[in-house]
Nanobody, 126 residues
Framework: VQLQACGGGLVQAGGSLRLSCAGS????????MGWFRQAPGKEREFVAA????????DYVDSVKGRFTITRDNAKDTVYLQMSDLTPEDTAVYYC????????????????????WGQGTQVTVSS
């Protein structure tokens, strides 16, 4: 099972980026998917999650109204559209997926996910 994230980069404050994460090796159309991020010296924190039907999304308060998570089950891919970026959004962003009984647990804890991508760096300059 692999999750391959891409789309990170360097952007100025106020700019936008779209992250993508493609899954392979399992039926990702049946799983919940999400994004976490980790800034230097900080814990990995929840950013956003989406269930397999795309009828539920969750966001950390600091990104509400600026970030949008979507998915394309035909492509086993999840996206994170990030707008109005600030230097505080600088971090390595990790996509993640969870299956089965873990999808019944709350989505904010990294312990409730099965698979992780390699991370993609997002740097926002002021």
């Amino acid at each position: 099972v692999q999750l391959q994230a891409c789309g990170g980069g360097l952007v100025q404050a106020g700019g936008s980026l779209r992250l993508s994460c493609a899954g392979s090796g399992r039926a990702f159309s049946t799983c919940d998917m999400g994004w976490f991020r980790q800034a230097p010296g900080k814990e990995r924190e929840f950013v956003a999650a989406i269930n397999w039907r795309s009828d539920r999304t969750d966001y950390v308060d600091s990104v509400k109204g600026r970030f949008t998570i979507t998915r394309d089950n035909a492509k086993d891919t999840v996206y994170l559209q990030m707008s109005d970026l600030t230097p505080e959004d600088t971090a390595v962003y990790y996509c993640t997926a969870r299956f089965g009984v873990k999808t019944t647990a709350q989505p904010l804890s990294k312990d409730n996910y099965d698979y992780w991508g390699q991370g993609t760096q997002v740097t926002v300059s002021s």
